[in-house]
């Protein structure tokens, strides 16, 4: 059975005191969801604490948008995936677009993290996705062929969750047809050995958008930036119809 996931990535967003004012009005929102929907919340490692306290009891997952393959070491600015574990994080991005485009992320490190995630009894999200650039030259398949063959080298496909992201959409407002997102997300499918990975879909997902995102074959939840980080509208989509 493939999972519901909805997950929001508040990227560099939220002091602790915004955190806590946001869960205040969200968690309320969400109480007539249907149980199988996973709730995640992939916050700054700065959050975490506050985060995971006013979690206790609710349904919401909590998350993280980073993490480095050794246990401890000299790795100024890095974080562990035991000291996330200790927290509470049960999810983590793993290989975001924009780690890739301003932090060196390659697919060698986005695998040496996924499989650091994986020995810690973390949940990775995988991001893959093309360029505009890439698309308008045709190469959209080639590449998320190539990401998943180098990314997915040695992970466990059982513990894993994916999230589809065509780089031009994220955070533009521009939209991916949902059907070129389901047909992008049933090729991702049918490179994997699992059928029952939950596959994401991001880039752009509103409340206005999300009921015909959510009605695609392919797609088992999403990946979620600006409309994450109000409640109303994370709700909204949570409550997807
Ligand atoms: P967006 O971001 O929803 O703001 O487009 C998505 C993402 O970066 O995961």
Request: hydrophobic residues 40%.
């Given at each position: ?21 946001f869960l205040m009005d969200f968690v309320s929102r969400i109480d007539d969801a249907p149980e199988n929907r996973e709730v995640v919340l992939c916050v ?198």
């Amino acid at each position: 059975m493939r999972k519901v996931i909805i997950a929001g990535n508040w990227k560099m967003y939220k002091t602790q005191g915004e955190a806590t004012e946001f869960l205040m009005d969200f968690v309320s929102r969400i109480d007539d969801a249907p149980e199988n929907r996973e709730v995640v919340l992939c916050v700054p490692f700065t959050d975490l604490t506050i985060v995971n306290k006013s979690l206790h009891g609710n349904r919401i997952r909590l998350g993280a948008q980073n993490v480095h393959w050794e246990d401890c070491g000299a790795y100024t600015g890095e974080i562990s995936a035991s000291m996330l574990t200790e927290m509470g994080v049960r999810y983590v991005i793993v290989g975001h677009s924009e780690r890739r485009q301003y932090f060196g992320e390659t697919d060698e490190t986005v695998n040496l993290r996924l499989k650091a995630a994986q020995t810690h009894g973390l949940i990775p999200i995988l991001c893959v996705g093309e360029t505009k650039q890439q698309r308008d030259a045709d190469e959209t398949e080639q590449i998320i062929i190539n990401q998943l063959e180098r990314d997915l080298v040695g992970i466990d496909q059982e513990r894993l969750v994916i999230a589809y992201e065509p780089i031009w959409a994220i955070g533009t407002g521009e939209n991916c047809e949902v059907s070129e997102a389901d047909r992008v997300i049933g090729l991702i499918r049918s490179r994997l050995s699992n059928p029952n990975v939950t596959i994401q879909y991001g880039g752009s997902v509103k409340p206005n958008n999300i009921d015909e995102i959510m009605a695609q074959p392919q797609i088992d939840g999403v990946l979620v930036g600006g409309a994450s980080l109000a409640a109303a509208d994370f709700a909204g989509i949570v409550n997807y119809k």
